[in-house]
């Protein structure tokens, strides 16, 4: 066991180093969870950056949170709590990653959804993305606010703070985070060009006829033309309008 704990450490501290270059996090932001057992979890620390992580400051926690070995000198990620809640929902899941990504939490501000069915990528992987409501940060808030949306999908947008992905493993986890936030920057910058091509629901169908037969693990919300998801959605006409502004400023550019 301790040599597969070595092993998940040392992932952490990969996936963290990844996460902190491509500008997925800042400062101290974001954490990292993986699920090794019935009831234990290894967490990154609060207080660190995640690009400059050592094993030494991954902290193994019991399923409530509490440390099981003692740490002096690090504290568990203050949002461990929502992560205990994903692990409480998803016995499928054994990773979960938070971070604030530039595009995702663009779009998490602004209220808009990643529901388009826009890259045939990104629905077999992330379906349409919800955005749930907004809560205080280190507080049951967050975690009351995810639930109505991870038992139905592996990646949630939390409103003006981040975004969340949940995996079988750490690599999985860490994949559709990054999958996540290369198609909402396409998305962005297809709005900024003035137009957001939908792939029809016929093609969509036959898109998941391939999830199917692969049998590609996880959940998903299946997006559709209408981008309707769970939630309610941001004006059609406040979409239109902000395409309008930045077609119009690109053209007297």
């Not at 070995?69 to 809640?85: D, I, Q, T």
């Not at 979960?96 to 602004?110: D, G, L, M, R």
């Not at 309008?241 to 119009?248: N, Y």
């Amino acid at each position: 066991m301790r040599a597969n704990i070595f092993e998940l450490k040392q992932t952490i501290i990969e996936i963290g180093r990844r996460l902190w270059e491509r500008g997925f996090v800042a400062s101290n932001d974001g954490n990292i969870t993986v699920k090794f057992s019935e009831n234990e979890l290894l967490t990154t620390p609060t207080g660190v950056s995640k690009g400059f992580m050592t094993p030494e400051m991954i902290i193994r926690v019991d399923g409530t949170g509490k440390p099981l070995e003692p740490n002096a000198r690090y504290r568990p990620s203050s949002e461990v709590k929502m992560h205990l809640k994903v692990y409480q929902q998803r016995s499928d899941i054994f990773s979960i990653i938070h971070t604030h990504p530039p595009y995702c939490t663009s779009f998490a501000v602004a209220g808009i959804h990643l529901d388009k069915c826009v890259l045939p990528e990104a629905i077999l992987t992330l379906g349409a993305v919800p955005i749930a409501p907004y809560g205080t940060p280190s507080t049951m808030e967050i975690p009351d606010a995810i639930e109505p949306y991870i038992t139905k999908c592996d990646a949630v947008l939390l409103a003006n703070h981040g975004a969340l992905t949940l995996g079988t493993d750490l690599m999985a986890a860490y994949h559709r985070m990054e999958t996540l936030e290369h198609s909402a920057r396409i998305v962005f910058l297809s709005i900024q060009l003035g137009n957001v091509n939908v792939i029809p629901p016929a093609q969509v169908s036959k898109l998941m006829d391939v999830r199917s037969a692969m049998k590609m693990p996880g959940r998903i919300m299946t997006c559709a033309p209408d981008c309707q998801t769970d939630q309610k959605q941001a004006p059609d006409d406040l979409v239109d309008k902000i395409t309008k502004i930045v077609t119009e400023k690109l053209k007297s550019g």
